[in-house]
């Protein structure tokens, strides 16, 4: 059963965020309010446990975050940052970033990419290219893991496949928390997923995919990656919310993944919102801690185990409800 925190969670972002998804007007209201107060930089709460620092690439910032203790390992991983396309990253990002690089020992490099709708998909997907590409001169690509949510899930997807039709060394392993990865967003169930869903809806969805490749056709795999060659994409893990209206494609992602013959560890959590490992409550703990033993940095925890149930296709499903403490703080921001 979902924490009360969570469901407080759903019941505050249904009276709140849902209404920028609400309609195309919405979601342009929402970018132009964003833009009075939005701000890329690390929180200081963060800077003062991890070590930062920012160098530029193709005229965006680009932040690169270590553990403080100097006792990183060789991994390095590429976080790409959820918001539609069309909003920053937030402190629950950098929060989420923070903590991977304590608990993993990884250098983490965090690209403040061009956002729409000032910008487009060849503006974002340049910077990040470039991006990797700094990132293969420094480290191996057995080393390098792609990590995102939700548009920034999407972006991991894309960019592996577009690395692949250009020769590139690969990254070992992505993490999707969340993703977007059929934005056409036409299959029926997704109406019925929307009506659940306290967050997304599909209207303004589909404007911020307007804002972001008003030129590509939604189907496009650089647009809607389930559409592309998942051949090419490494060992997976995906987190997804079993009331976050993109769950619905992101199962048949995973099938779709697995038959081509890539290894796919879906993990669905029942009840939970869009990005929920971001936003401060127990489940989150449950899907970080998730996500550091998939990356075997550390031993699975106790609460962990015989967690695996068959699906079809030989698909994994991870139903984590077990109880855990709630973390320490939390604030009216939503954070995707």
């Known amino acids: 059963m979902p924490s009360l925190k969570s469901r407080v969670v759903s019941a505050y972002l249904r009276h709140t965020r849902k209404k920028a998804f609400s309609s195309a007007a919405e979601m342009n209201r929402w970018i132009e309010r964003a833009r009075t107060f939005e701000d890329h930089r690390p929180p200081a709460a963060v800077a003062k446990r991890v070590d930062i620092s920012r160098r530029d690439i193709a005229g965006s910032p680009v932040y690169e975050v270590r553990p403080q203790t100097g006792d990183a390992n060789d991994r390095r991983i590429l976080y790409l940052h959820g918001g539609a396309y069309v909003f920053e990253i937030t402190p629950f990002h950098w929060r989420l970033i923070g903590e991977m690089a304590e608990r993993l020992k990884a250098r983490i490099t965090v690209p403040i990419y061009p956002i729409a709708p000032e910008h487009r998909f060849e503006d974002m997907f340049g910077m990040v290219a470039e991006t990797y590409r700094s990132l293969l001169d420094e480290t191996p690509a057995e080393d390098i893991v792609f990590m995102g949510d939700s548009a920034g899930g999407n972006m991991a997807v894309v960019l592996t496949m577009m690395a692949a039709e250009e020769g590139l060394p690969l990254p070992a392993r992505h993490v999707l928390i969340s993703p977007g990865l059929d934005m056409t967003l036409e299959n029926p169930e997704v109406v019925e997923a929307a009506a659940r869903d306290p967050w997304?809806?599909?209207?303004?969805?589909?404007?911020?995919?307007?804002?972001?490749?008003?030129?590509?056709?939604?189907?496009?795999?650089?647009?809607?990656?389930?559409?592309?060659?998942?051949?090419?994409?490494?060992?997976?893990?995906?987190?997804?919310?079993?009331?976050?209206?993109?769950?619905?494609?992101?199962?048949?992602?995973?099938?779709?993944?697995?038959?081509?013959?890539?290894?796919?560890?879906?993990?669905?959590?029942?009840?939970?919102?869009?990005?929920?490992?971001?936003?401060?409550?127990?489940?989150?703990?449950?899907?970080?801690d998730r996500i550091v033993a998939w990356l075997g940095v550390e031993e699975a925890r106790p609460r962990m185990r015989n967690l695996q149930t068959p699906l079809p296709q030989g698909l994994r499903w991870h139903s984590l409800t077990d109880a855990s403490s709630y973390l320490a703080s939390w604030t009216n921001r939503s954070g995707a």
Request: proline share 8%; glycine share 8%.
């Open 200 to 288: 997304l809806d599909i209207e303004g969805g589909l404007e911020a995919i307007r804002h972001y490749a008003p030129h590509i056709d939604r189907s496009d795999w650089r647009i809607s990656p389930i559409k592309g060659e998942l051949s090419v994409l490494p060992p997976t893990l995906i987190l997804a919310g079993g009331h976050d209206l993109l769950t619905v494609d992101t199962v048949r992602f995973a099938e779709l993944a697995r038959r081509a013959g890539v290894e796919v560890d879906l993990v669905v959590e029942p009840g939970m919102v869009h990005v929920w490992p971001l936003i401060d409550m127990p489940e989150a703990r449950r899907a970080r």
